[in-house]
């Protein structure tokens, strides 16, 4: 019975990945989680002249961990947020790491791939929506 | 024509992400992709009892970019590599950035939360596979 | 004028890092800025049989941008905080991003050098001490 | 006399880092190893309309374990490099991660202070200068 618990646990919290969430500057992403393999959108609240784009998100889940990508197509960038399933007092929230990837011209890549890449941290809490 | 050439150039470089690519740790990783989604694999060479083990990939490309995740079941890690392929003397390789969370133990994740991301920098090349 | 009072607002800016700093763990900084070059101490509330021990600093300070390293000697690691001052609703914090290396043995490097570093993000708010 | 090489040893990788660095796109750093304190300065070639100009450097060594900060004073960036003196066969060299900060002007932190951190690796080998 003990692990059959366990194991239940485990299955809920990967499903509690299933849902809306938003971050601290305001985007929203919706994650569905089918078996580990993520699939949903995200909704940028930042640096993009259209807010109501969505772009596709791809990723894995596993027990409380998250790691998932999105394609900002046609802005030249892609993000890979990579952290965990935790709560606060506030209730759970995700807490990742995330690296940016811009497009460097190509002719410029000996130059600027250096600063290709910018790094940030981001908390998703529930959405309510 | 500038711009047709333009476009053929950047398909050209989407699909260069297809195959057998290998890390300066020895990791293997096999890339599929379709049409921007990247499906594909994961061997690597550190940290694990298996060595032939084959850990499940997906991501997006998009132009020369590309941002994968891997799902180290069973191991209790997952990490997301972040980057952009370019060239140097030697020839072409993906240049990123990664992050890895590892699982921390509910009851422990108010003392150790902060230290479960691991953060590095791997090259990929062609490994002639 | 304008610009006398520009001078004086960076002025003041950069003596703001000057006192004691307290982050979302509980860890305690104090910062000397003397011209732009930091002196201080960091004792840390996480992972350490001692927690009274405090930690020398040293490091850059420039209009509202920071970046500090700390020695933690005796437990093999060292860390460097990178960010910016900033301001939000509940007041002026310090928003970083951290890189800790921590000590691997000589004869395992080959194979752990690509797990030494840990990757974060830690806010540090006036602890009013 | 075990116990006395172990130390022996420790103290001469310590006073490695004192010298002339250079790194895989062409920056030069010199560092002055005073008993586990840092100075020197760093010297870019990238992105910098002088490449004459050199900026001081702050840090700590300890063991093979090093952190340093380079304020571009003058240019709105400061850069924190973490990391570890190992060797490959082409000899010693310093692995890294680093992260810059560059300036946001204050009425731009709400919207841009999310990508105000540029992420990366750099690896530094003697400059036999």
Same mark, same amino acid.
Request: negative net charge.
């Given at each position: 019975m003990i692990s059959?618990?366990?194991?239940? /646990? ?6 509690m990945?299933?849902? !809306?969430?938003k971050?601290?500057?305001g %985007? ?5 989680n089918?078996?580990g393999l993520?699939s ?8 993009e002249?259209?807010?109501s784009a969505?772009?596709?998100l ?5 027990g409380? /961990?998250? !790691?998932f990508?999105v394609n900002f197509?046609?802005y030249?960038?892609?993000? %890979?947020?990579?952290?965990q399933?935790?709560e606060?007092?506030n ?5 990742t790491l995330?690296?940016l990837?811009r497009?460097i !011209?190509?002719?410029?890549e000996?130059?600027d791939?250096?600063?290709s890449?910018? !790094? ?5 809490r529930?959405?309510?929506?």
């Amino acid at each position: 019975m003990i692990s059959a618990c366990a194991s239940a /646990q485990t299955v809920d919290k990967t499903d509690m990945f299933s849902g !809306a969430w938003k971050n601290d500057r305001g %985007s929203h992403v919706v994650i569905k989680n089918n078996d580990g393999l993520l699939s949903g959108y995200y909704q940028t609240n930042l640096g993009e002249p259209d807010k109501s784009a969505m772009f596709p998100l791809t990723g894995f889940a596993q027990g409380d /961990q998250i !790691a998932f990508t999105v394609n900002f197509k046609g802005y030249g960038s892609m993000t %890979s947020w990579t952290g965990q399933l935790t709560e606060d007092e506030n209730g759970p929230y995700i807490r990742t790491l995330w690296n940016l990837t811009r497009d460097i !011209a190509d002719e410029e890549e000996p130059d600027d791939m250096w600063n290709s890449i910018t !790094a940030g941290a981001s908390d998703f809490r529930p959405s309510g929506e």
